[in-house]
């Protein structure tokens, strides 16, 4: 698929910005009753606070730019015609599959932008609840009532977003492994509409 520069750039930095935020996590100690958190903990909270405003940013250009990846082919479960398209790119995935091939990325994937639709909306729910968390807390950092419940629930989208990372950073080296040239296009930020191996620019889906 093609990708406008400003796209590719908010991918960039979101993509960099949460791996760091991931890591961050599991070395950072958290604030308790009569127990600060430390610098990692501080660098957590601040960059968090910058990636929720990316990912706001992020929204906000799905919705005003023009281009082939809408807000529909992210949130399609809501239509059934694109739930329809889904499963049939789920079947065309696997068919794929079978010959130990992956189709190509000169059109969008309904399957592949919907699951990316997902993992934009669990990384701005961390954002939110981290949000919450930071100026929910107590001073001495003891977590009562509906912050305790924000904390679990902080936890478990960040396990989830551990498993999309994972899922997406293996497709996109499967693809470029294939031959698709995924990987590369997407980090030429430099150029005005920079294009995978073997595609060409098409309009609105």
């Known amino acids: 698929m093609i990708y406008d520069r400003f796209t590719r750039l908010l991918h960039l930095l979101l993509a960099t910005g949460i791996v760091a935020e991931l890591l961050l996590s599991l070395v950072m100690v958290h604030p308790k009753p009569g127990r600060l958190g430390d610098t990692f903990y501080a660098l957590h909270a601040t960059w968090g606070q910058v990636l929720l405003g990316l990912l706001v940013v992020h929204w906000i250009w799905c919705i005003v730019r023009s281009g082939n ?3 529909g082919l992210l949130f399609p479960w809501f239509s059934w015609n694109r739930c329809q398209a889904i499963y049939a790119d789920i079947k065309r995935y696997m068919a794929h599959a079978i010959q130990f091939r992956l189709p190509d990325n000169t059109q969008a994937s309904p399957l592949a932008s919907a699951v990316q639709g997902l993992g934009l909306f669990v990384a701005t729910l ?3 609840s981290g949000i919450a968390l930071l100026f929910g ?7 009562v009532g509906w912050v305790h419940a924000v904390k679990e629930g902080h ?6 977003l551990w498993g999309y990372l994972m899922v997406h950073a293996t497709m996109a080296v499967l693809h470029q492994w294939a031959g698709h040239g995924s990987m590369g ?3 030429r930020v430099w150029e005005k509409m920079a294009q995978p191996n073997n595609i060409t620019v098409r309009g609105r889906e």
């Open 69 to 71: 990846l809408s807000v």
């Open 126 to 128: 961390l954002g939110v």
């Open 137 to 143: 807390m107590e001073a001495d950092g003891e977590m």
């Open 155 to 160: 936890e478990v989208l960040g396990l989830l």
């Open 185 to 187: 296009a997407m980090v």
